[in-house]
């Protein structure tokens, strides 16, 4: 089983910035793949909140749009989220995987909690 390697999540007052990082194994063909994050709130399904194709279009959920910017770097198989703005809402565990996602992908995710 695959697992990718989600890092960078934290505590982070509201209007606060973070940026995650997904770092993945040569195995899953990054560079061929269109990437996304997606994340998991308290009581809620998982879903995508940005999405990156192999030639860097992007795509994001409404509820982030304009806050958050996903990147990717096939030199180094990673895939970023940059988010500004954070808000209470935007709490929850983060994965990436890629889109649509492989269930054998997913990894243990990394903590966003936005609070003051």
């Known amino acids: 089983q695959v697992q990718l390697v989600e890092s960078g999540g934290g505590l982070v007052q509201p209007g606060g910035s973070l940026r995650l990082s997904c770092a993945t194994p040569?195995?899953?063909?990054?560079?061929?793949?269109?990437m996304g994050w997606y994340r998991q709130a308290p009581g809620k399904q998982r879903e995508l909140v940005a999405a990156?194709?192999?030639?860097?279009?992007?795509n994001y959920a409404d509820s982030v749009k304009g806050r958050f910017t996903i990147s990717r770097d096939n030199a180094k198989n990673t895939v970023y989220l940059q988010m500004n703005s954070l808000k209470p809402e935007d709490t929850a565990i983060y994965y990436c995987?890629?889109?649509?996602?492989?269930?054998?992908?997913w990894g243990q995710g990394t903590q966003v909690t936005v609070s003051s």
């Open positions: 995987n890629k889109d649509p996602p492989y269930r054998s992908y």
């Open positions: 040569r195995s899953i063909l990054f560079r061929i793949s269109a």
């Open positions: 990156i194709t192999t030639g860097g279009s992007t």
